[in-house]
């Protein structure tokens, strides 16, 4: 028979008793024997190390000093915002004229939907709303600048908003004791194309269609 031939072989038991011994082998003896003793995970939070750091650095006075900095930097900004940058004092005067209109992209509608706007129609803001105001750019690190525009919004018939391009604004509105503004980004300057100051924006009449912008030179003499 096949099996009592397959016993009765030497080599064939050889192999068979190899193969008995080998299945009798843990599979995980190998794994532990290459990877080695294992532990379990043991990790910590990380908003727990993020509270530690932060308590240690509280303790150690850090935190507090890195609060003040932050502060501080925050109102440097505030009180000293970034120059509006290619904009020089005004060394002769000059006039101008902008016109505002401007042409629609496409139809613009009212809330109901109803075309108030036909695309490719151009429109001049000054037909339905007149600038009641002058507009006064100047830069208030000059202090002759300064002057320049406290003299004339004391002596204008208009409102005068005066807008820095460079300079506190809070520092003159604390002396001034009036709102004072900044161009941010130097949104307004870059719109009416104004590279020189003092300059004055402002419209001549109520049913002129285009503003005036006025380039002041101030006389050199006093400036001390």
């Excluded at 609060?67 to 925050?74: D, E, N």
């Amino acid at each position: 028979m096949a099996s009592l031939r397959i016993r009765q072989h030497p080599l064939a038991l050889a192999t068979l008793s190899l193969l008995v011994l080998l299945s009798a082998v843990p599979v995980h003896a190998g794994l532990d024997a290459a990877l080695g003793k294992t532990y379990p995970i043991a990790e910590r939070d990380f908003l727990d190390v993020i509270r530690t750091k932060l308590a240690a650095k509280q303790q150690s006075g850090e935190l507090d000093a890195l609060q003040k900095a932050m502060v501080a930097t925050a109102m440097h900004t505030i009180q000293q915002p970034r120059p509006v940058p290619g904009i020089t004092r005004a060394s002769k005067p000059d006039t101008r004229y902008y016109d505002p209109s401007v042409t629609a992209a496409q139809d613009i509608r009212d809330a109901d939907g109803n075309v108030v706007v036909k695309a490719g129609t151009t429109v001049n803001p000054l037909d339905y709303m007149g600038l009641s105001k002058v507009l006064l750019f100047i830069d208030a690190r000059d202090k002759q600048q300064v002057r320049y525009a406290k003299r004339y919004y004391q002596a204008s018939k208009k409102p005068v908003k005066v807008i820095l391009v460079a300079g506190s604004y809070m520092a003159l509105m604390r002396q001034w004791q009036r709102p004072v503004f900044y161009d941010q980004g130097g949104n307004l300057t870059g719109k009416f194309q104004i590279t020189h100051v003092p300059a004055l924006v402002y419209q001549e009449s109520p049913a002129a269609t285009v503003l005036r912008i006025d380039t002041v030179a101030l006389p050199a003499e006093a400036t001390k």
